[in-house]
């Protein structure tokens, strides 16, 4: 696969007195689609819990807002990775409206960590290949 | 202390579209009064996840919603302790706004457990006297 | 209809540092089965707040929590209506494991407002009687 | 005022299952910061719904991570405003431990909208000299 997608709707929850997606519930629901990514490439985050060998805290995250979302709203998010490093790697997202108009986009990057320090640590190998072949051709 | 008394104000978060505090996250607000409560009696969560030596899973909960709360509403918190059991134990909330009026309220009941194999073990006897005593006289 | 049913996947964000599901989020993910059962029966939450005709507070909420759920748990949930009143309804869900272990319980009593003042009105006819037909034979 | 400082405490709920602060709570602290600033400057968001005369939606965000934070922590939030321009203006946190140590950033843009169409307006000259004020020697 080249790229994850997935559907999302907005939830009343998601929203606030503004009558619109509450800002931060953009990573929320992106995160979703990673945490689905995760599932699909056999690393569902259950067992890093289980077996506590590696997290992927994120170290940094991003998000434009270029049209409201309201409630009921459904939005087509596609995943991308953007880089794959020693210690780390990059996920990109972008949200589409059912009309093709991109309505937000969103990034997110991780780094690998020893649970037990929460010391950096090289991303376990298996792990990577996963990754970089779930990209591939 | 025979009950607990905090403030909160209610934040853009809580609400959702309809402009008023999301129900769920009345739980929420007052689950934060027994997390400082616990910090009072010096038995704070941060500890149990430390010490993995006794969890307090939330086994029942119920509110009643009593008027609307919107965005940069106060309301005080009175925390009750209703009852202490031998693995259990059930706190009430009660949810004022600034004119006296009773704006909601709360119950949760909690049960010991070993978090090892999440099984209901007896009330650590340190923590029961804490729990009796923040209520006695 | 006699029963709504919906599958739902626990997300990372939906659990804590205990390992396992908040317990106010219990009764944000059943109110994402009542979001889509008011959808389905054709009266979709935005078109409330798009008509600003009638809203539907929550008065009273319950939950039960037999099993602890962690990230990755997928659970049934089944939403019935309990009762329909004159300008309320209960709703009640039943959360079941995949191997059809009941995990959790909760129940939702709403009232029917008027937006502007926020007083009780009469169920409007026409939701009345699609909530009614949703649940006969 | 040159700067505005609040402390947060995390709680359970802002956390997950690594017991960490999920990534996308951090945004949601920051902006409860926001939220005080806008009150103490007068402009309480709950008047935007009253009067719906301008929204401020959140049009990019960013955030890094530099610690992982546990429940019971407490940080010290700096909101500083980076940038005022003719519809827009940019606010800048950091998130500080109690040693000194910088934890964490983020930033967030907002735009002056009409509530009505949602499209972009001048920022209202009483608000843009609140704002730029606040920041005055």
Redesign the interface.
Known sequence: MREIKEYCTI???D??????L????Q??IV??VY?QFM?RIDF???R??EERDF?L??????????Q?L???DTVEIILKIEAVGNSSFTLAYTLTDLDGIVVGTAR?VHVTVD?AT?KKIPLPEAFRKALVESVGD
Chains 1, 2, 3, 4 share one sequence.
Do not use: C, Q, S
């Open positions: 939830r009343l929850h929203t606030d007195a503004a009558g619109i509450f800002f931060a519930n990573l929320k995160h979703d945490e599932t569902p985050f259950r890093r819990f997290y805290p994120i170290v940094h995250t991003e998000a434009d807002f270029f409201p309201a409630v009921g997110t649970p929460w």
